[in-house]
Structure formats: C-alpha cells, structure tokens
C-alpha cells in the first residue's frame, strides 16, 4: 500500500470511531437530545461500538485508529504495521496523519448532526464536553498518569490479541475500549488516543460552538422626553470560548508514553 492509500483507510476509519464516538457524547450531555442523561455505560458502549465500525471501515491497513496503538505496534519490534504493509518512516507518518484527519473530520460531522442541540446548549462544559476530554479532579501530573496506565493496557491487549486466534477481531477491540471507559475512564475520560482528542479539540476551537450569557442593555433616553423608554430587557451575545489547551498535552503524551511501553512490553512478554 502507497502513502495515499494508508492515509485514507485511516481517515475513514478513524472518521467513523470519532463521529460515532463524540455522537454518543453528545447524544448523552446535550440537554434537548433525547438521549439527554443516559449515563456513562452508554457512552462506554457508544464509543466501543465506534471502534468496531472503525476497524471494519479501515480493514485494509489494519485498523489502528490511534497513534497510540501505532506507536506500540512500532516499539514491538514487528516487521509490518499490517501483512503488507512495512513499517518505515513514511507508513507511520500516513497512519498518524490519517488518524489525525480522520478525528477532526468525524468530530465536524457530529457537530452536523447535533447542530440544533448545540445551538438550545447554553452549558459551555457540555459543548467542550462532546468533544474532547477532561479529568474529573484536575492535576495534571495525576491525570497524565491515568492516560498512561490505560492506554498501556489498551495497547498491551492489542498486541496481544495479535497472537490469538480468537476470531473475534474488531468485536473484541470494542469489547476492551468498552471494559476500560468502565474501568479506568472516571479520572480522566479515557482519552487513550491523541487523535481522539486532539481532532475533536481542534473542530470544537474552530466550529461556532459557544454559549451565551444574558447581558442587560441599559434603558435607553428617548430624544424628546428625560423619561426612560421601557427596559429591552437582557439580550443574548456571545461569550468566550475555551477549548482548554492547557490540558490538551495530557491525552496526547500520556497515550502516546503509554502505548511506547506496551510496544517494549510486548517484546518480552510476546
């Protein structure tokens, strides 16, 4: 496979996990969807069901979806991303390109989806929210840690399953997301994957996705009269948009430490 080639089976694959994925949390946070409130297990299943879609969808290279996992494939020593596909500079660079891509384009269709929803959204958390992680109790160093420990046992599992003929293939990768968003996903969210953040952060700082504060208009004078023309009452205007670039290197250097160890793990264990 050319350069080209793994770049888009990566895109669409990753496109699909992360319209899938970053719907779900919509579907769940956005007050006016009708899956408003439907609880973390659902947006668990949701996004391990985005995996299983995404593998299918970019079976020719393999499936990756996630830097993390490509990285770790790379530490392991292996021969070939996929058969067929020979690890050098240029296919790795195609995989993580692609995934990057493929993220921010899912996330842009989401927020087509739910477009109406985040326009009734008057909850800027929720909006930023849908799209890229946060931790529950901020500290950076702590959280970091979390993406490391989960995204290691992502990876290492991955790596693993590459030795076992259990048939299940994709369904077993959506399997495992889901049994680690239910296990280690409170801290941090789960990023496990820097294009499954950091794409959706990028839409979420360019889309028009903003709340909207009341101010008071003051009362205004009336040219021929002292009195007072009746109060307009508060008007709607936009307010500032934070995307938290601040926290953004967490879900980024954390998966990628956590997947480079899994990867030389796997060299002893496998």
Not at 79 to 99: F, H
């Amino acid at each position: 496979m050319n350069f080209g080639s793994i770049f888009l089976s990566e895109a669409l694959g990753t496109g699909m996990l992360v319209l899938l994925g970053v719907g779900v949390v919509a579907n769940v946070l956005l007050t006016k969807s009708k899956g408003f409130d439907g609880g973390w297990l659902l947006i668990n299943f949701g996004w391990g069901l985005g995996v299983l879609a995404g593998v299918y969808v970019a079976y020719k290279t393999g499936g990756h979806l996630n830097p993390a996992y490509t990285i770790g494939v790379l530490f392991s020593g292996a021969d070939e991303y996929t058969p067929g596909v020979e690890i050098t500079v240029a296919t790795t660079l195609a995989y993580i390109l692609g995934q990057l891509v493929g993220a921010f384009v899912g996330a842009n269709l989401a927020y087509v989806a739910y477009k109406r929803h985040f326009d009734e959204e008057t909850d800027a958390e929720k909006k930023l929210g849908v799209f890229a992680t946060g931790p529950a109790i901020r500290g950076l160093s702590w959280n970091f840690a979390t993406e490391v420990v989960a995204t290691f046992a992502l990876v290492l599992v991955l790596l693993a399953m590459g030795h076992t003929a259990t048939g299940l293939g994709p369904l077993a990768a959506a399997l495992l997301v889901v049994g680690i968003g239910a296990s280690l996903g409170g801290p941090t969210g789960y990023a496990i994957n820097p294009a499954r953040d950091l794409g959706p952060r990028l839409a979420h700082a360019l889309l028009p996705v903003h709340k909207t504060t009341a101010v008071r208009e003051p009362a205004t004078v009336g040219a021929r009269s002292a009195e007072p023309l009746a109060d307009p009452g508060p008007a709607q205007v936009p307010a500032g948009k934070n995307s938290d670039w601040g926290y953004a290197w967490v879900p980024i250097a954390g998966p990628l430490l956590g997947g480079v160890l899994a990867g030389l793990a796997a060299q002893v264990l496998f």
